[in-house]
C-alpha cells in the first residue's frame, strides 16, 4: 500500500461558503485502478470536494493532487485524462446515442472506441435511438458513457445511482465492476450504504465536512469489533435465561444479548437449553452490517456537531 | 475546434422540426403582415429614398431576421446550455467552452443567413422586390457587422438572465421597445424627436438604417455603405463582448 502510486492526494482540504465550512479540513488518498466510495448523507460535502478535485471548484485550503495536477490549474493537460460523471444529464436531446459519444470523443486526443464504449455501459441495442427518448436510467449510463469517452485514466461519478429502481442499479453496479476491469481509477461518491458496501475497495465516510471513518467495506468503523447480536425467543412459561448471557428482553417476546464471542454465547445459551429442556423457538444471529456502522456514524449526535 | 463542432449542433436543430420551422416562419409572417397592412402606399428611407412599403418591410424584416436569430436566439439558447449544464459539462472536458459556445454561435449565424435568403427571396417573388446587385458588398458587410454585435450582445444578455424561465422575457423585454421605437416595424417620421434620439443611442437603429442603405442604395451612395452607423452597432457589439468576458458563468444560476 505505502508504494503504491496515488490518483488523488488530498491533505487539509477546506472549502467556505461565507461563514460556511462546507469541507473541514479532510485528508484523502486513493490509489490508481482502486474504486474509492465517499459516503455520506446528503449535504455532508460530498459534491463539494469532488467537484474541487475535478476543477469545477476552488478550495479555500489545503494541498490537492490529481494525477499530479493542482484541479484548479490542470486545464486540458488534467482534462485529457480524468472523465467526469456530474449528477445530473446534460446532452443534446435530439443527437442518438452514437453521435453524443463520437461527438464527446472529438474533445480527446486518445479517445476510447465508439462501440466500445456504448458498450461498457450496455446501451449497444439503444446506439441510434435519441437522447431525449432514453429512460432515466439509460440517460444516467449514457452519463457515464460520455465520462468515459476520452478513455480516462480517473473516473469521477457524483452519486451515479440516485433515483434508480433496483434493477437499474444492479446493471449500474455491472456497469461500474466493469470499468474496475478495464484498469480505471474510479472515485465514486453516494449515500447508499449498500453501493459503496459492493462497488469500492476502500471507503470514506463523510458527515458534515469531516471525514470519520475510512477503510475497506469489511473493517469500516472498526467493524469487526461490533458486537455481534444474538436474539431468540422461549416458549411460553419457561424460565428467564440464565444471567451469565446477559441476556436482555426485547420486543415481540424476544430476548436479546450482544457478545464480542458469539461462539461462546451461543454455546452457554445452547447448553442451558438443552440441559433445560427447552427448546428455542427462534434464533437469530446477525453480524453488524455496515448500515450499522453507518448510522452510528453519521448519527444525529455526529451530524449536529 | 469549433467548426468540428457544427455538424453535431445543425443535426440537433434540424431534428426539432417546430422549432426549425417557426425560426424561418416568423419573419416571414411579419412581412407578410406589415406589407398586407400598409399596401399599396410608399414610405421614405431615412436615405430620403422613396420605396414601396413592400421594399420598406423586406429590408427591416431582413434587419428584424439578422437580430433575432442572434440576439434572441443567442440569448435564450446559451441560458438554457448553461442552466442544463451542458457548459459545465463541456468545461469538464479538454474543449475550451467557448469553443462550443462559438459552435453554436456559428449555427445562429448560419440559420440566419438561410433566413436572410428565405426573406430575400420571398419579397423578390412575391412583392417584386429588386435585389441589391451594386451594394451587394455593402448590403452583406452590414448584415456580418450586425450579425456579430448582436451575438456578442446575447451573450451579454445571458450573462445578466438569471434562469431559463426568464431568459425569453428578458430577451424580448429589452427587444422589442428597441424595434418599435427604431421603425423596424412602423416608419417613425411622425414620432416625436425625443423618441427618435432615444433610438439613435442604440444599435437596433443604426443597423436597421445600414441595412436599407446597402439593401437600397440611394442615388448619392451607391456602394451603400454607412461607415458612422456601422461603427456604432460595432462598439455595441464590442460592449457586449467585454461585459460577457466579464460575467459571463459557466455553471447553472438555481
Request: glycine share 8%.
Amino acid at each position: 500500500m505505502e508504494a503504491a502510486p496515488l490518483a488523488i492526494d488530498v491533505r487539509g482540504l477546506r472549502k467556505s461558503y461565507g461563514t460556511f465550512e462546507a469541507v473541514r479540513g479532510i485528508d484523502l488518498h486513493v490509489t490508481k485502478g482502486e474504486v474509492f466510495a465517499l459516503l455520506g448523507p446528503n449535504g455532508a460535502g460530498k459534491t463539494t470536494t469532488v467537484e474541487i478535485l475535478e476543477g469545477f471548484r476552488d478550495r479555500t485550503a489545503g494541498d490537492v493532487s490529481v494525477l499530479g495536477f493542482d484541479p484548479a490549474r490542470g486545464g486540458g493537460a488534467l482534462r485529457k485524462r480524468i472523465g467526469i460523471v456530474l449528477q445530473e444529464t446534460a446532452v443534446e436531446r435530439f443527437l442518438t446515442v452514437a453521435e453524443v459519444i463520437d461527438q464527446f470523443r472529438s474533445f480527446y486526443p486518445e479517445p476510447l472506441g465508439r462501440d466500445e464504449v456504448i458498450d461498457v455501459v450496455g446501451l449497444t441495442e439503444k446506439r441510434d435511438e435519441r437522447v431525449g427518448r432514453l429512460s432515466g436510467g439509460q440517460k444516467r449510463r449514457l452519463d457515464v458513457a460520455v465520462g468515459l469517452s476520452g478513455n480516462p485514466e480517473l473516473l469521477f461519478l457524483d452519486e451515479p445511482t440516485t433515483g434508480f429502481d433496483p434493477s437499474a442499479r444492479r446493471s449500474a453496479w455491472d456497469m461500474v465492476r466493469n470499468l474496475q476491469s478495464l484498469g480505471k481509477t474510479v472515485f465514486l461518491t453516494t449515500h447508499y450504504m449498500d453501493e459503496a458496501q459492493h462497488l469500492a475497495d476502500r471507503v470514506a465516510v463523510i458527515v458534515a465536512g469531516q471525514i470519520v471513518a475510512e477503510g475497506s467495506p469489511a473493517n469500516l468503523g472498526n467493524r469487526q469489533q461490533l458486537r455481534t447480536v444474538v436474539r431468540f425467543s422461549l416458549p411460553a412459561g419457561t424460565d428467564s435465561p440464565p444471567a451469565g448471557l446477559a441476556a436482555e428482553q426485547a420486543d415481540e417476546g424476544m430476548w436479546r444479548a450482544e457478545t464480542m464471542h458469539p461462539t461462546v454465547l451461543l454455546h452457554a445459551l445452547t447448553s442451558w437449553a438443552l440441559s433445560a429442556g427447552v427448546e428455542l423457538e427462534t434464533i437469530e444471529v446477525a453480524p453488524p452490517t455496515l448500515e450499522d456502522v453507518y448510522l452510528s456514524l453519521t448519527g444525529p449526535e455526529l451530524g449536529a456537531s | 475546434m469549433a467548426i468540428r463542432q457544427f455538424p453535431y449542433q445543425n443535426k440537433a436543430f434540424w431534428r426539432n422540426p417546430a422549432a426549425a420551422f417557426f425560426t424561418f416562419a416568423f419573419p416571414l409572417m411579419f412581412l407578410v403582415i406589415f406589407t398586407t397592412i400598409f399596401n399599396n402606399d410608399t414610405s421614405t428611407l431615412p436615405s430620403g429614398e422613396e420605396v414601396s412599403n413592400s421594399t420598406y418591410y423586406t429590408a427591416s424584416i431582413l434587419a428584424f431576421s439578422v437580430i433575432t436569430a442572434c440576439y434572441t436566439n443567442v440569448a435564450i439558447s446559451a441560458t438554457s446550455l448553461r442552466e442544463e449544464g451542458v457548459l459545465k459539462r463541456i468545461r469538464g472536458t479538454p474543449l475550451p467552452g467557448w469553443s462550443y459556445l462559438l459552435a453554436k454561435i456559428l449555427h445562429s449565424v448560419f440559420v440566419m443567413a438561410i433566413l436572410v435568403g428565405i426573406v430575400c427571396v420571398f419579397g423578390f417573388v412575391f412583392y417584386d422586390v429588386d435585389l441589391p446587385a451594386r451594394s451587394l458588398p455593402a448590403f452583406l458587410g452590414t448584415l456580418f457587422v450586425g450579425a456579430a454585435s448582436f451575438c456578442a450582445l446575447g451573450l451579454a444578455c445571458t450573462a445578466v438572465t438569471p434562469n431559463i424561465d426568464a431568459a425569453p422575457a428578458i430577451s424580448n423585454a429589452t427587444l422589442l421597445p428597441l424595434l418599435f421605437i427604431s421603425g423596424v416595424f412602423i416608419p417613425i417620421d411622425a414620432a416625436p424627436g425625443w423618441m427618435k434620439a432615444l433610438g439613435d443611442v442604440f444599435p437596433v437603429k443604426h443597423f436597421l438604417v445600414a441595412t436599407f442603405e446597402g439593401f437600397i442604395p440611394p442615388t448619392g451612395n451607391r456602394a451603400g455603405w454607412l461607415p458612422g452607423d456601422l461603427l456604432i452597432v460595432a462598439a455595441w457589439g464590442a460592449a457586449g463582448l467585454v461585459f460577457a468576458a466579464r460575467r459571463f458563468t459557466w455553471e447553472p444560476h438555481r
